[in-house]
């Protein structure tokens, strides 16, 4: 057994007993990157740490989302034509924390989220 933190730990996907299965479910949508979400970067390189910005892209294929950002900052990309210089970046989703609207609960927030692609499929 390898505890987390040692040398030669391994990422495992986190299983959840069946009464936590919705849950893990919303989590996970929560963190799908959708049109208009509020991010906040904590890890994608060239980007400063804590910057804010809009998704105007997502690249579910590859796990990526074009992201415009509140401020230019020096690795900023004009995204072909997307936004201004130096404010936007193709960015890995995981590398983002989405932000909900101050006051919107997580299961509010899932279940707006859950509405809203129901809505566009239809």
């Known amino acids: 057994?390898?505890?987390?933190?040692?040398?030669?730990?391994?990422?495992?996907?986190v299983v959840a007993d069946e009464g936590a299965a919705g849950e893990v479910d919303e989590r996970r949508q929560l963190r799908t990157p959708v049109l208009g979400d509020r991010v906040v970067n904590?890890?994608?390189?060239?980007?400063?740490?804590?910057?804010?910005?809009?998704?105007?892209?997502?690249?579910?294929?590859?796990g990526y989302a074009e992201v415009l950002?509140?401020?230019?900052?020096?690795?900023?990309?004009?995204?072909?034509g997307a936004c201004s210089n130096f404010?936007?970046?193709l960015v890995p989703w995981m590398g983002v924390l989405k932000v909900l609207p101050q006051g919107l609960e997580f299961a509010e927030a899932a279940a707006a989220q859950a509405s809203a692609k129901r809505a566009s499929k239809q």
């Open 1 to 13: 057994v390898v505890r987390e933190g040692e040398r030669g730990a391994v990422d495992a996907p």
């Open 42 to 62: 904590l890890t994608s390189r060239g980007v400063p740490f804590g910057l804010r910005g809009t998704v105007i892209a997502v690249h579910s294929h590859s």
């Open 69 to 80: 950002f509140d401020r230019e900052f020096i690795g900023g990309r004009a995204l072909p």
């Open 87 to 89: 404010r936007g970046r």
